[in-house]
C-alpha cells in the first residue's frame, strides 16, 4: 500500500445542468468523504441551471469555497445541454496532474481520492474507467467515472464536441485514450460505483436535438432493418437506415455513415424533403396520416407514445455511435482541432474567466 503521505493533485470535475436535486445529494456526501485527502479541489461547473443552484451553492457551500475545496464555475452561454463540451470545460479549467470525471448523479465512496492517488502512483501508463464491456451493467449510471492526467486528456483533444447528447461520448474519449497509446484500467469495487437511479426521460431532458422532434415515420424492411424519418420543430429532418444491433448495448447503427439532413415542408397532402446536396423527395400522405413513396412503399407515423419516446431516445445516441464509429474506422486519436472547452465562466460568482 502505498503511503497516504504522497500525495497528488486531484480534480473532481462536476458538471450539472437542472440537476440541483441530485446535486443537493451528492456533492456534500462526496466532499465529506474525501476530506482527508489534503491536496483535492472539487470543481463545480453550473452550465446555466435555471434550478436555483448558484443560490443553494451560495447558501450551502460558501464554507468549501472560502477555503479552497469547492470551485464554483458558472457559464451562461449554453442554452441545452452539452455533455461534451461542458466536461472539456470543467477538465481544462482543473489544475495540471489527475482530473476525475463525477457526474452529478453520482457518489464517489469513502476515500475514492485516496484510491485514485495510490491508482496513479503505481499505473502511471494509463487511465481509470469503469468496465463497459462487463457483463455486469450495475453500474452503467457511473460510466462516466473517468480518470486521467490532464496532460493526456489534452493530448487526445478531450471529449469529442460534435457529441452533444447522451451516448458513447465516454465510450469514444476512452478508446481514444487507448490508441494514443494508454492503458485502460478498470474500477469494480461497489464502495466507488453508487449513483441515483432515474429515468432516461430524466437523464435526457436538457437535450438539444431530442426535445425538438416533432413527428417520427418508420419503414420496416426486414427484422434487421428499418428506415427512419425524424422531423424536427425547425423543418428540418434527419433520416437514415437503422440496422439491428450488433454491440451489448442494444442500440441499433446506422448504414449510413451519418444521417442524410435537409428541409422538410407538407404541401398538397405531401411530405417534401429536400435533402442537402441531394434529389428533392415526395411521399403522399395518407388518410391515416402515414406516407406513401415509390411502388407504395409505406412509412408509418409512430404514435404509440412508449415507441415514440425510444425512438427520441436513441437519436442522440445513434448520432454520437456514428461518430464514434467512424473514429474506430480512421483510427483517430486527437478530436477538436485545437479548441474545445471554449467559453465565458464566472468563477466563485464574480471573476470573469474566458476559456480559448
Aim: proline content about 2%; some cysteine.
Amino acid at each position: 500500500m502505498i503511503s497516504r503521505k504522497t500525495y497528488q493533485k486531484i480534480t473532481f470535475c462536476t458538471v450539472c445542468m437542472n440537476r440541483l436535486h441530485h446535486l443537493k445529494k451528492t456533492l456534500p456526501e462526496n466532499i465529506r468523504q474525501n476530506k482527508k485527502y489534503s491536496d483535492l479541489q472539487h470543481i463545480l461547473l453550473d452550465y446555466n441551471s435555471t434550478d436555483g443552484m448558484e443560490k443553494w451553492v451560495q447558501e450551502n457551500l460558501q464554507d468549501h469555497i472560502n477555503n479552497g475545496r469547492v470551485i464554483y464555475y458558472k457559464t451562461g452561454e449554453s442554452e441545452s445541454f452539452h455533455r461534451s463540451h461542458s466536461r472539456n470545460m470543467a477538465f481544462r479549467l482543473a489544475e495540471e496532474s489527475i482530473v476525475c470525471n463525477i457526474d452529478a448523479d453520482n457518489y464517489t465512496g469513502e476515500d475514492f481520492a485516496f484510491y485514485l492517488n495510490e491508482h496513479f502512483i503505481v499505473h502511471r501508463d494509463g487511465y481509470l474507467a469503469v468496465d463497459y464491456n462487463a457483463d455486469d451493467k450495475r453500474f452503467k449510471d457511473s460510466y462516466g467515472r473517468i480518470a486521467c492526467f490532464k496532460k493526456d486528456f489534452l493530448a487526445v483533444g478531450g471529449y469529442d464536441e460534435r457529441m452533444s447528447g447522451y451516448g458513447y461520448e465516454d465510450i469514444d474519449f476512452c478508446e481514444r485514450l487507448s490508441r494514443y497509446g494508454l492503458k485502460q484500467y478498470h474500477i469494480t469495487s461497489d464502495l466507488y460505483l453508487r449513483s441515483i437511479s432515474h429515468s432516461h426521460q430524466e437523464r435526457q431532458a436538457n437535450e438539444p436535438r431530442a426535445n425538438q422532434i416533432q413527428i417520427i415515420y418508420i419503414q420496416f424492411i426486414n427484422p434487421f432493418k428499418s428506415h427512419v424519418i425524424y422531423l424536427f420543430n425547425d423543418q428540418t429532418f434527419s433520416m437514415a437506415t437503422l440496422l439491428d444491433s450488433q454491440e451489448g448495448f442494444g442500440i441499433p447503427s446506422l448504414e449510413e455513415k451519418g444521417w442524410i439532413n435537409g428541409l422538410w415542408k407538407t404541401t398538397d397532402e405531401q411530405l417534401v424533403l429536400k435533402p442537402d446536396n441531394q434529389r428533392t423527395k415526395s411521399l403522399n400522405i395518407t388518410s391515416e396520416r402515414h406516407l406513401l413513396y415509390a411502388r407504395k412503399n409505406t412509412f408509418y407515423r409512430i404514435t404509440d407514445d412508449g415507441f415514440q419516446k425510444e425512438l427520441k431516445r436513441i437519436y442522440p445516441i445513434l448520432t454520437n455511435h456514428q461518430h464514434y464509429l467512424n473514429n474506430i474506422k480512421r483510427n483517430v486519436i486527437k478530436v477538436n482541432s485545437e479548441k474545445f472547452g471554449c467559453g465565458t465562466v464566472f468563477r466563485n460568482f464574480k471573476e470573469k474567466i474566458r476559456i480559448n
